[in-house]
């Protein structure tokens, strides 16, 4: 059995819907699992609605709940009569969610999203199950909540394997194509939960394991695992194949090629993963597996933007010693400031942290009166895997570079831009 992933970006309208037919029409759909996130960028939409939601502002409420609906119409009436049962199916699913939002009681947020988001996928699988069922593509249209089944922490939800494992080998018929939500589980209550953002990958990654697949093909708007992401960088590469271990390590430092929990149970049970295009299916793209580290060799570039470089040293100029360390990174953790590179020297103590909760200032505050504490906003954080002089250099033109620091395999560069 295979399992395929289509995410938002392959769906975002009906040609792409037809997209999807056209390339199971080619690879063959039988014995094939799709995990379908939910079209376009409808989980932001999603996200706009809960907002409104928790805000009780009824305008907004009514205006994102709007363009929800008038998205996915606009879609199916590229791809249905209009007399198709899929109008009453999605009227159906709103009138549920609209009906959720006005008896809703609960002020937490994570569980009002879970609710809410969900949508997206439920909407995006009956779409392109009842698409494939016109187009010829027979298939099994299935509920995730009822067999990826979670804890209840919503929004972060972690897999309770033996669970799913038991629920997936049971009711998925592999003799069959089924279709299948990503990204969303359910948790003992009959409460639906999520796998954190992008965790469509990770939903396939979940049914390949479980059920032994064959293998997975994760279908992109690019080419493959690219050296580097194409909005940052004029020039990049096609990756043929690359390892599990170095796709770990990519998204380590920030690479957002494949959403890093997928990785893990493919690994485990050495299931091939495939990164292909769906606009030009006939390449062959990159293959993770075993093996080989990286083909070719060429060095890897991710960068994060917007950093915070803290540079930290004690009053009296004693030692940076485990004790004042572990001082630091009690604090750094309290503030969810998370820790990207870390320089150690006899009196100070570096470390590059994503300021992604705005809560710098707060940390910033408190540490101050610990230590001599000084910082620079605003920076740039290269890594460069399998690195060359001409890579590195050219990362050096790129801006004023504050701190270095070279391994192995590994150079990471911070960038003041000028
Ligand atoms: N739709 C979800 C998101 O945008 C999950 C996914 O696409 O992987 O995060």
């Not at 809410?116 to 995006?124: A, D, K, M, P, R």
């Not at 990174?329 to 470390?351: D, E, M, P």
Request: proline share 2%.
């Amino acid at each position: 059995m295979k399992v395929y992933k289509f995410g938002g970006a392959s769906i975002k309208d009906a040609l792409g819907v037809k997209n999807v037919a056209h390339i199971l029409q080619q690879e063959g759909a039988s014995n094939c699992l799709l995990v379908i996130s939910a079209m376009g960028k409808m989980t932001n939409a999603f996200e706009n609605i809960i907002n409104a939601s928790i805000n009780n502002d009824q305008d907004k409420l009514t205006e994102s709940i709007d363009l929800t609906i008038n998205f996915h119409t606009k879609i199916i009436s590229g791809l249905f009569q209009d007399d198709h049962k899929i109008h009453q199916k999605v009227t159906i699913l709103f009138g549920e969610m609209i009906h959720f939002l006005a008896e809703n009681t609960s002020k937490e947020y994570d569980y009002l999203y879970d609710q809410i988001v969900c949508y997206g996928e439920l909407l995006s699988t009956i779409i392109v199950s009842d698409y494939l069922n016109e187009f010829g593509i027979d298939n099994n249209w299935k509920d995730v909540r009822e067999l990826v089944i979670t804890d209840a922490v919503f929004r972060d939800a972690s897999v309770n394997w033996k669970e799913t494992e038991q629920r997936i080998k049971t009711y998925i018929d592999s003799s069959k194509l089924t279709i299948v939500q990503g990204f969303i589980g359910g948790d003992s209550n009959g409460n639906t939960t999520t796998l954190g953002r992008e965790g469509s990958d990770y939903t396939a990654g979940i049914f390949a394991y479980c059920l032994d697949a064959t293998n997975v093909t994760i279908w992109k708007d690019v080419l493959g695992v690219l050296n580097a992401d194409p909005r940052e960088f004029k020039e990049t590469q096609l990756l043929n194949k690359i390892s599990y271990e170095e796709t770990i390590e990519m998204a380590f430092y920030g690479a957002s090629v494949i959403h890093p929990k997928t990785i893990k149970p493919i690994q485990n049970k050495q299931i091939p993963l495939y990164v292909r295009s769906f606009n030009d299916f006939n390449s062959p793209g990159t293959k993770v597996s075993s093996g080989i580290i990286i083909e070719p060799i060429v060095p890897c570039f991710i960068v994060k933007k917007n950093q915070v470089l803290i540079s930290i040293s004690t009053r009296d100029f004693s030692f940076m010693v485990e004790e004042n360390i572990s001082d630091i990174f009690r604090l750094l953790h309290k503030y969810q400031l998370r820790v990207n590179l870390i320089q150690n020297s006899a009196i100070s103590f570096s470390v590059c942290v994503d300021n992604n909760f705005n809560h710098f200032d707060q940390f910033y505050d408190e540490i101050k009166f610990i230590f001599k504490v000084s910082f620079i906003k605003g920076v740039d954080l290269y890594t460069v895997r399998h690195f060359t002089k001409n890579s590195l250099n050219e990362i050096h033109n790129l801006g004023s570079s504050i701190l270095s620091q070279i391994n192995k395999n590994t150079a990471q560069i911070i960038i003041q831009k000028k």
